[in-house]
């Protein structure tokens, strides 16, 4: 079996009920033969970027280990999008159920017609650079450029970390 990779993934919904499909689309990922969750950040409302007439996102950040290479693993996000009726609109940064974004493959850097890796939006989404500072606080990214260095320029306007539900 090749190498396990450490990967983050970030997750965001804004339709359909947000909270639950973040929540499910982790559950199933947790289950995922191919795939080991290691960690997941809180849940964080966040102002949609984008068209502003569309709801506010859920989103979050999961760390993985998974043998799969990048396009299979890309695949394996995808069919879980699928599987949660991905439902997108035709306007640019608009709504949709359920995005399954891979930041990190290791300390992969990746140009493909498919699949950029770092994800080339999460360097000043600050709903993606707060969860992923929950996880990996001494984070580095490819370029050598440190997570806490772009945190320290990215403002947390229109963020909000979830109460957790019960257990
Ligand atoms: N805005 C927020 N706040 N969260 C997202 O996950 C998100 N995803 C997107 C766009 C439309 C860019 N805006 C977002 O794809």
């Known amino acids: ?7 983050y993934v ?7 009920g947000p909270v639950e499909q973040v929540e499910r689309a982790l559950d199933a990922m947790a289950r995922a033969p ?11 409302r966040s102002r949609p ?3 502003a007439d569309q709801p506010d996102y859920i989103n979050a950040v999961a760390l993985f280990e998974t043998a799969l290479a990048p396009l299979d693993l890309l695949d394996e996000l995808q069919a879980q999008e699928a599987r949660q009726g991905r439902v997108r609109g ?13 930041l990190l493959y290791g300390d992969r850097t990746i140009h493909s017609p498919r ?8 360097y000043e989404r600050n709903f993606v650079l707060y969860p992923l500072y929950e996880l990996s606080p001494d984070l580095m ?12 320029v990215c ?6 970390p979830l109460e957790r539900r019960g257990m």
């Open 1 to 7: 079996m090749a190498v396990a990779v450490r990967c």
């Open 49 to 51: 970027m984008g068209p």
């Open 141 to 152: 990214l490819p370029d050598k450029t440190r997570l806490s260095e772009l945190l320290k």
């Open 155 to 160: 403002r947390p306007e229109g963020l909000e």
């Open 90 to 102: 035709k306007v640019r940064w608009g709504p949709r159920t359920l995005d399954l974004d891979l």
């Open 10 to 16: 970030g997750l965001g919904s804004n339709l359909r």
């Open 115 to 122: 699949l950029c890796v770092p994800h080339p939006g999460m």
């Open 34 to 44: 191919a795939l080991r969750l290691l960690a997941r950040s809180r849940l964080y």
